[in-house]
């Protein structure tokens, strides 16, 4: 009994498959007889990710349709001509895209399946770059010359352009308020305790009149315990760093008004009497952090950002003449424009 309903299972589970799968392998153009399918897109898209290439965006199905047309159209001139790439080059081309990737060709096996491609995928492209390669520089005769002067020009526009970033960045920074720093003021207390059971506006009187005694003798905070000296019962505290900007106004008002080395008060306190000291204030701010360390491109490298971007402007020149070689139908109304 349980095999059958097994059975039943396997079969929903290929019906309800079924349409998922015909849709990835419905064609969407054709060139000359090839098929394209939307499964060959999606190849094509998982191949610029493992290869590096940005492929966030609109259109970027568009892209990968239009691009595994255009090999179809040079590998298919090339034939014309005899001249396709063969497997010998194809395979040299995917071991260098191997080491360039840090492994071999099994691994680049490996990475394509494990991003949904495979190895035949990527023989298509390849064999497509070498047929357009082999178009442009041999049936044109046109060449890919970079001047001195060019990547000059070229080596000091990245350069301006990451000095330009660099410094809007610490500009950014700087102007972040946490690297505005704050305003700190060192103050020193000194207290007069007055017994809760002995309290009465007597002893109250007379401490607040003894702390006004010290407060006219103060003159630094260093001479804090001499101006206190002969007076029962007062202690000296020790320096605290207080947040200007949580002292509250009428305080701070009056530290600055009285000057450093200055005591303000005296106040009521839980204790007793109290007087504030101004020892110093300062400015604190934390340390601008390191920026990135830019390296700026090499030299080889510029030429070879400036050659490859001649040459796809080559590419965006002869395309057509290779399409014009072939019959490009749509199938899918949504690649048509």
Request: charge should be positive.
């Amino acid at each position: 009994m349980f095999p059958r309903f097994l059975h039943i299972f396997a079969i929903l589970g290929l019906l309800l498959a079924a349409p998922a799968l015909a849709a990835e392998r419905s064609i969407i153009a054709t060139v000359n007889d090839t098929p394209i399918t939307d499964l060959d897109v999606k190849s094509r898209i998982n191949i610029w990710k493992v290869l590096g290439r940005k492929v966030d965006g609109g259109g970027v199905r568009k892209q990968a349709l239009e691009s595994i047309i255009d090999d179809y159209a040079a590998i298919e001139t090339t034939k014309k001509s005899k001249v396709q790439p063969s497997s010998d080059e194809v395979n040299r081309r995917l071991g260098q895209i191997s080491k360039g990737l840090q492994t071999d060709m099994k691994g680049l096996s490996n990475k394509l399946k494990a991003q949904g491609t495979t190895l035949d995928a990527l023989k298509l492209q390849v064999s497509g770059q070498i047929a357009t390669s082999r178009l442009i520089f041999g049936k044109y005769q046109e060449k890919v010359d970079v001047k001195p002067e060019e990547v000059d020009a070229k080596m000091a526009e990245i350069k301006a352009d990451i000095d330009r970033r660099l410094a809007q960045l610490k500009k950014q920074i700087s102007s972040d308020p946490r690297m505005q720093g704050i305003t700190v003021y060192d103050l020193l207390e000194i207290s007069f305790p007055i017994d809760k059971d002995s309290l009465s506006d007597s002893l109250l009187s007379s401490r607040f009149v003894e702390a006004q005694q010290v407060a006219r003798k103060m003159n630094g905070c260093s001479s804090a315990k001499d101006a206190a000296s002969g007076i029962f019962n007062v202690k000296v505290g020790k320096v605290q760093q207080a947040d200007g900007a949580k002292i509250p106004p009428a305080m701070r008002a009056e530290l600055e008004k009285n000057g450093q080395g200055k005591a303000v008060g005296p106040f009521r306190s839980p204790e007793g009497i109290q007087l504030w000291v101004f020892c110093k204030k300062e400015k604190i701010k934390p340390e601008m952090p390191d920026l990135p360390n830019v390296q700026y491109p090499t030299r080889e490298q510029v030429e070879g950002f400036l050659s490859n971007e001649k040459f796809v402007s080559l590419e965006k020149k002869y395309t057509h003449r290779f399409r014009d070689a072939v019959l490009v139908e749509y199938r899918d109304p949504a690649y048509q424009n």
